[in-house]
């Protein structure tokens, strides 16, 4: 008989597998759960995750326990050993014995009958590895510990990461080699190993605007930031705290920051050019209630969720960015949050932890300059531009500001690097994005 949490096995295995055919170049799609009854369906995007974030640190572990590395097997079978590797060693409370039997299973129905017999043997060998859990203050050998987001390390029985000091940082935090290597070369081995540490956090969410009046209290705790809220009630709720037509929005409180360089200016008219779901976008009309605001995207799909949470405010006007050159010469503050790496944020993109390289890097670059360029013209006399990624990447931040100093002659008058914060152990409100916002006139 097939058991419920089978059947929801089958689905995540199936999406890693195809995303095991895409890799590096995972899919920013979530799994599908359509049809699940909500705890198969948490146990999906539980599982969903868990391989998303530590990929490589699992891929480590496994290819001790393979005659052959793992990225040489066919996508399906390598979607199922990371499966059931994520849920052996990084999910709690599942018997052993439920994920391998189950695993086993649907690699006997969906691939063929031998691999079942392979998934049994590597799953009980990752199964036997797990030794036990060391504290913060206790961490044991690196090249055998796994370090979690709380602070403490999953112990093995084998020696899996390498005893270089970079290798090893790649796979214990999987992070792919050319962004670790490229954080140490701008930012040192030191702060790139903290880059790496912080990333295996799972960030908190942070609300602001909320009206408290229509708000479980039991569901939010004050944040040290003035108008900030943690949220603590479950995720689903959030949703029906934040009523559309209102600046109520869930934002980091790093994401927050960049927009206060244009905490003393008046701007009559503000265009936001890459307004996305519309998160600085209320963030800018809870900042300056008197301005009016033009938002827009190239995406359909976002531009359909910024008109649906913008409904109602006459305050801000969702337009086509075909039809954004009726603004020429008028904007006082162009807002460009660019398409970027998405480093700064990597607790919550855990595919760019995968997709670096340089020859993105460079058509990043390149995108982001013909945003900027077609934003230019859309100022007024004495209009200010402000440029903001989520990224750590000096080509994409310091060095992006200076090229708009050079191209237009404006002044660089506001310039902030956000390093991420927080650390595995510290509480939530520590926590921060990083990110880059530069504020030109």
């Known amino acids: 008989?097939?058991?419920?949490?089978?059947?929801?096995?089958?689905?995540?295995?199936?999406?890693?597998?195809?995303?095991?055919?895409?890799?590096?170049?995972?899919?920013?799609?979530?799994?599908?759960?359509?049809?699940?009854?909500?705890?198969?369906?948490?146990?999906?995007?539980?599982?969903?995750?868990?391989?998303?974030?530590?990929?490589?640190?699992?891929?480590?572990?496994?290819?001790?326990?393979?005659?052959?590395?793992?990225?040489?097997?066919?996508?399906?079978?390598?979607?199922?050993?990371?499966?059931?590797?994520?849920?052996?060693?990084?999910?709690?409370?599942?018997?052993?014995?439920?994920?391998?039997?189950?695993?086993?299973?649907?690699?006997?129905?969906?691939?063929?009958?031998?691999?079942?017999?392979?998934?049994?043997?590597?799953?009980?060998?990752?199964?036997?590895?797990?030794?036990?859990?060391?504290?913060?203050?206790?961490?044991?050998?690196?090249?055998?510990?796994?370090?979690?987001?709380?602070?403490?390390?999953?112990?093995?029985?084998?020696?899996?990461?390498?005893?270089?000091?970079?290798?090893?940082?790649?796979?214990?935090?999987?992070?792919?080699?050319?962004?670790?290597?490229?954080?140490?070369?701008?930012?040192?081995?030191?702060?790139?190993?903290?880059?790496?540490?912080?990333?295996?956090?799972?960030?908190?969410?942070?609300?602001?605007?909320?009206?408290?009046?229509?708000?479980?209290?039991?569901?939010?705790?004050?944040?040290?930031?003035?108008?900030?809220?943690?949220?603590?009630?479950?995720?689903?709720?959030?949703?029906?705290?934040?009523?559309?037509?209102?600046?109520?929005?869930?934002?980091?409180?790093?994401?927050?920051t960049a927009l206060l360089q244009t905490a003393d200016a008046s701007p009559g008219l503000i265009i936001d050019m890459c307004a996305g779901k519309g998160t600085k976008t209320l963030q800018l009309a809870s900042m300056h209630p008197g301005s009016r605001i033009i938002a827009g995207d190239t995406d359909r799909a976002r531009m359909g969720m910024l008109r649906q949470r913008t409904s109602g405010m006459e305050q801000i006007e969702v337009i086509e960015l075909d039809r954004i050159d009726a603004y020429k010469g008028q904007a006082d503050l162009v807002l460009l949050d660019v398409p970027c790496s998405n480093t700064g944020v990597i607790p919550r993109r855990s595919q760019a932890r995968y997709r670096y390289s340089k020859n993105r890097t460079r058509k990043l670059v390149k995108l982001q300059q013909e945003i900027i360029e077609r934003a230019i013209p859309l100022l007024g006399t004495g209009g200010r531009l402000q440029y903001v990624t989520c990224s750590l990447e000096p080509a994409e931040n310091q060095f992006q500001a200076e090229w708009i100093s050079r191209k237009t002659g404006m002044t660089i008058t506001k310039q902030d690097s956000r390093m991420p914060e927080g650390m595995p152990g510290d509480p939530p409100t520590r926590y921060r994005d990083g990110g880059f916002s530069a504020l030109l006139a």
């Open 1 to 256: 008989m097939v058991s419920t949490h089978q059947n929801a096995r089958s689905v995540v295995y199936a999406h890693l597998g195809e995303q095991a055919d895409r890799f590096p170049d995972l899919s920013l799609d979530s799994v599908d759960t359509t049809g699940l009854e909500p705890r198969d369906a948490a146990l999906v995007l539980a599982i969903e995750q868990a391989v998303l974030r530590r990929w490589l640190t699992l891929s480590t572990v496994l290819n001790t326990c393979l005659s052959q590395p793992l990225d040489m097997l066919e996508p399906r079978l390598t979607g199922v050993l990371l499966g059931g590797t994520a849920q052996l060693l990084l999910l709690d409370r599942i018997p052993d014995h439920a994920v391998i039997d189950e695993s086993v299973e649907w690699a006997k129905q969906v691939i063929r009958p031998g691999a079942g017999k392979m998934v049994n043997a590597v799953l009980r060998r990752v199964a036997g590895m797990r030794t036990g859990t060391r504290q913060a203050s206790d961490p044991g050998e690196p090249t055998s510990c796994i370090p979690l987001h709380d602070g403490t390390f999953i112990e093995l029985s084998d020696h899996v990461f390498d005893p270089d000091p970079v290798i090893g940082l790649v796979q214990s935090t999987s992070h792919c080699h050319p962004l670790v290597e490229s954080w140490i070369a701008s930012h040192g081995y030191d702060q790139a190993a903290s880059f790496c540490y912080h990333d295996l956090l799972l960030p908190p969410i942070v609300a602001w605007d909320l009206d408290m009046d229509h708000v479980d209290r039991s569901h939010a705790t004050e944040h040290p930031e003035a108008g900030a809220m943690t949220w603590t009630g479950p995720a689903s709720a959030i949703n029906e705290a934040i009523k559309p037509g209102s600046t109520a929005r869930v934002q980091d409180v790093g994401s927050a």
